[in-house]
């Protein structure tokens, strides 16, 4: 009887957890992504430009850029935040490395022509590629990378894996500012699938809301 009282319990416990995870962006489930449109006072704030399918970069958008040791720019502006959260990471024993930053228009281009060109080899029309494509490369003009405030993060894989990189920057990187941009279950909204790996700056206060409600930049945006 004590068992079944147990594995009762259990299961109500994950019940509950199961309809939190669900519940996870369900704010936004009736509204298609096409629709959610940013409050116009929040654009004003470079931290928080919403960059996605339905919304480019801003016409003549210009910051300055800072090089990571690496070779990877970023924005100048996120960089003293990026270098603490690194330092704190480093001191708890986890290794991260900035495998992705800013990228030009121009890059973006490139990597979708490269995209384009490995479907065509695989035998699909170009009409198909150029859709197959768009699947896994963000349009130029439409890839956050092109703001200088999103990074791919992975591990130095000498010191790190990268599960634990993923791990410490889910329960750290707010606290500098960063928010898991991709979460999982969310592509409905976000129109990207799960990256645990792309962290994009939108500033401590912004990180905080979005981190402890456990919502998507569209919905802090447009909710
Ligand atoms: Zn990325």
Not at 102 to 115: D, F, I, V
Not at 183 to 201: A, F, K, L, M, V
Request: net charge negative; glycine share 6%; aromatic share 10%.
């Amino acid at each position: 009887m004590k068992r079944k009282m147990i594995l009762l319990a259990l299961l109500v416990s994950i019940m509950i957890t199961g309809a939190f995870v669900m519940n996870k962006c369900s704010i936004a489930k009736k509204i298609s992504v096409s629709v959610l449109n940013p409050k116009d006072d929040t654009q004003n704030d470079w931290r928080l430009i919403l960059v996605n399918d339905s919304h480019a970069v801003p016409m003549n958008y210009q910051f300055e850029l800072t090089r990571l040791s690496n070779g990877i720019c970023v924005d100048s502006r996120i960089y003293p935040d990026l270098q603490q959260m690194f330092d704190d990471a480093r001191s708890s024993g986890i290794y991260p490395v900035v495998g992705e930053g800013y990228r030009t228009h121009e890059e973006q281009q490139n990597m979708m022509q490269n995209k384009i060109d490995s479907f065509i080899s695989e035998g699909y029309s170009e009409k198909d590629a150029e859709k197959l494509a768009q699947d896994w490369v963000a349009e130029p003009g439409k890839s956050e990378h092109e703001l200088g405030l999103a990074l791919d993060i992975n591990a130095d894989t000498s010191l790190s894996s990268d599960e634990e990189v993923y791990s410490w920057l889910a329960e750290n990187a707010y606290k500098y500012g960063f928010i898991l941009r991709y979460p999982q279950s969310c592509e409905y909204i976000t129109g990207i699938d799960y990256e645990p790996w792309h962290y994009r700056y939108v500033g401590i206060e912004a990180a905080l809301e979005i981190y402890t409600k456990q919502i998507t930049l569209e919905e802090y945006l447009c909710g």
